[in-house]
């Protein structure tokens, strides 16, 4: 039987099927009609989507779906792509990031990201936390800075395991602290949202679980989206779920609807794992 | 699929076969490691012999002859009152008619005075002048021994050959063995050539005026190419955008890596000294003209090592809200520092062994000092070498090797240097 990733293109709709919340939230971050290009390749077609504040979000999808494309536009890291083009309109609480009196700086501090490879800065953990904090003038002393440090560790669940050696190098951590180093450098500058791209990737399931663990305190405070190649993980953290398939977001709605549920073909045979 | 069955004579061939395959291999295998092998052992062997023959024909440089003499010295010749005006070529005369008293005729004399350097009166004049209270007593010094003399101590020169061949005269001999047996010849270490500045004679001639000036043009080249070079490879490595222009910009920097250095010495002749009037033999445009020469092999490393820094980091650095030129000076530039100094430092021992361009530019100019400052006349370490090796004199057969030692000394230091700092500022993430 041929999957829906076999059939020609032409076939396929660019409609989304939504289900919304029981009780819904505010919307803190919306996309409308987001097209994305690399060149000459359009790689997102259409996108919309209400991402709910105060929640977490996954965006699952075979490899080249799209769902890391459009998790990159929203602190538009895609600007530093050559050949990249954004079309459409994001917004992060009605206003426009796309707009060009914006400071892109100023958009990433709200909008923190979490990579796939954690990434520390090969400083010391505490100078990893600090950066944040230092280059957007957000504290006003030593012990201020301290403070902020001291905070984002213990809000990362990392400061006991860490907190006798913060002058030695992050890159010493082992893979999950580094991870959860990364997290902690993340909300140092108090974002409002925190993009995820599969942050669990790279780790064992013992570190993947506390960084799980860790996404389920932090959306108390912050909108998190999520981008995860694991379906169990999608389940166990997210409250809603976006399924992207061919640069197409097919269906999104509250996560135990998607994978107890879906009303899509497309997100069926995924969830199934006829495809991906 | 076809089911295969091997017969026990069809196992046996390709058993055979496979065997007689494997040795081809092993052999082939084997000789490509002999090939290898036998080209390094022929680079190190002439490397070996480079080395060899550069330290045979200079060791006996590193040692210079020295005659200890006392010098009385007289008020008559030297007056207390002007000791500068003194008349030191009596004071060397009388010292040496005290040592041998039967030698009288003027042309004794003088062929006397010829085992002695030609300068020896100012190394008396100058330890007078050191120390005045000498006067009326007498001094004894160490003269370095004229080139012939010192050539004849060491065994240049063959007592052997007829003596209207030799450049030392038999008598002159006999009262060189005289001073031998007095005890009063000696053969130091050659502190001299790398305190003293270059001299007409071999004895004199040291390279210090020459390792001052090529550390200061050098430093002209460092102070010019380094942050030229570092801005325009972040330029174009993290800033210019991608078409044709910077296409050609990098194309053609690539070319300017392969230009002979000489054309580099054309442009600063005709640019640095006839254009802008800049001094000649000067340290200042010998710097000028290496950095030119330096600075695309500088962008090519600071370009190669910008590109090393994963782009994880810059990733990382966006992320977090910091701008470009934040992401550049906290976290780029620094990783990727061991490499660029790295290359720099190789850069500079490149720019340090380079002579063509400073010929003509004049710094193999005759200079008997050291350069006060970058606007000063200098030699550098190659152009001196050229100088000697261009001189007559046979003490500077063994100059010029022990020079080119030298200089391969600081090019092995640099670059030792360039590999301990590889190692020690290696990184891992």
């Not at chain 1, 389920?216 to 995860?228: A, G, H, P, Q, S």
């Not at chain 2, 030129?325 to 520092?337: D, E, F, K, N, R």
Request: include cysteine; aromatic fraction near 8%; hydrophobic fraction near 45%.
């Amino acid at each position: 039987m041929a999957t829906v990733a076999e059939m020609p293109r032409e076939t396929q709709t660019f409609t989304t099927v939504r289900t919304p919340d029981a009780a819904p939230r505010p919307v803190k971050v919306r996309g409308e009609n987001v097209n994305v290009f690399y060149g000459a390749k359009q790689a997102l077609f259409g996108v919309t989507i209400d991402i709910p504040e105060k929640a977490v979000t996954a965006f699952i999808g075979p490899s080249g779906c799209g769902k890391s494309t459009f998790l990159r536009c929203l602190n538009r890291m895609n600007d530093t792509i050559v050949g990249a083009r954004v079309e459409g309109k994001i917004t992060l609480d009605n206003r426009d990031i796309y707009d060009t009196d914006l400071d892109v700086v100023e958009l990433r501090a709200r909008v923190g990201m979490v990579f796939q490879k954690p990434n520390p800065f090969p400083k010391s953990i505490f100078e990893n936390v600090a950066y944040g904090p230092r280059i957007h003038g957000l504290a006003r002393s030593k012990t201020d800075l301290e403070e902020i440090v001291v905070s984002s560790l213990q809000r990362a669940s990392l400061y006991n395991e860490v907190k006798d050696r913060l002058h030695e190098p992050g890159t010493g951590l082992s893979g999950g602290q580094q991870q959860r180093l990364c997290i902690a450098r993340a909300i140092a500058v108090s974002p409002d949202v925190i993009l995820m791209d599969e942050p669990c990737s790279a780790l064992d399931p013992i570190a993947t679980a506390k960084v799980e663990e860790l996404i389920d305190e932090l959306r108390t405070n912050y909108t998190i989206i999520i981008v995860t190649h694991s379906m169990q993980q999608a389940a166990r953290v997210s409250q809603r779920t976006a399924f992207f398939h061919l640069g197409v977001l097919v269906e999104e709605g509250p996560t135990d609807h998607i994978f107890t549920n879906p009303i899509e073909k497309r997100t069926q045979d995924y969830i199934t794992g006829r495809f991906g | 699929m076809t089911e295969t069955t091997y017969s026990g004579s069809d196992a046996a061939d390709r058993g055979n076969d496979m065997a007689a395959r494997r040795k081809r291999r092993d052999a082939a295998n084997r000789r490509l490691q002999y090939y290898g092998i036998g080209a390094i052992s022929f680079a190190i062997g002439l490397l070996a012999l480079l080395f060899a023959s550069l330290i045979v024909s200079g060791y006996t440089a590193f040692t210079q002859t020295h005659v200890r003499i006392d010098f009385p010295i007289s008020a008559t010749h030297v007056k207390p009152d002007a000791i500068d005006q003194g008349n030191y070529r009596l004071v060397v005369r009388d010292a040496l008619a005290d040592l041998f008293p039967d030698v009288t005729s003027p042309a004794d004399v003088r062929s006397l005075g010829q085992i002695l350097t030609n300068n020896t009166q100012f190394f008396v004049r100058d330890a007078v002048l050191a120390d005045p209270s000498v006067i009326g007593r007498s001094v004894t010094l160490e003269i370095p021994a004229s080139d012939p003399f010192d050539q004849l101590n060491k065994g240049v020169i063959d007592r052997n050959v007829p003596e209207n061949q030799r450049r030392v005269t038999d008598r002159q001999i006999g009262w060189f063995d005289q001073l031998v047996a007095q005890d009063r010849v000696t053969a130091p270490f050659n502190w001299a050539l790398f305190t003293a500045p270059n001299s007409r004679f071999p004895e004199l001639a040291g390279l210090s005026g020459a390792i001052v000036g090529s550390a200061l043009t050098l430093l002209v080249c460092f102070v010019l190419s380094f942050p030229i070079g570092i801005a325009a490879a972040i330029y174009l490595e993290e800033f210019a955008p991608k078409n044709r222009w910077t296409d050609l910009i990098e194309v053609n920097i690539n070319n300017l890596a392969a230009v002979p250095s000489i054309v580099f010495g054309l442009l600063g002749l005709a640019v640095f000294l006839n254009l802008m009037g800049l001094p000649r033999s000067a340290p200042l445009v010998g710097g000028m003209v290496l950095a030119l020469m330096t600075l695309p092999t500088m962008i090519i490393v600071t370009r190669a090592a910008l590109k090393a820094v994963p782009p994880s980091i810059r990733e990382a650095g966006l992320g977090m809200g910091a701008s470009k030129h934040q992401v550049i000076m906290h976290h780029v530039l620094p990783l990727a520092m061991p490499g660029i100094l790295t290359g720099t430092i190789i850069g500079m021992a490149h720019a340090l062994g380079e002579t063509a361009p400073l010929l003509l530019i004049g710094m193999n100019a005759f200079i008997t000092s050291e350069p006060g400052g970058i606007t000063d006349a200098a030699t550098a370490l190659p152009t001196q070498v050229f100088i000697w090796a261009d001189s007559p004199e046979r003490g500077f057969v063994a100059r010029t090797a022990a020079g080119i030692l030298v200089l391969l000394g600081f090019l092995i230091i640099m670059n030792g240097l360039a590999v301990w700092l590889r190692q020690r500022l290696e990184r891992t993430w």
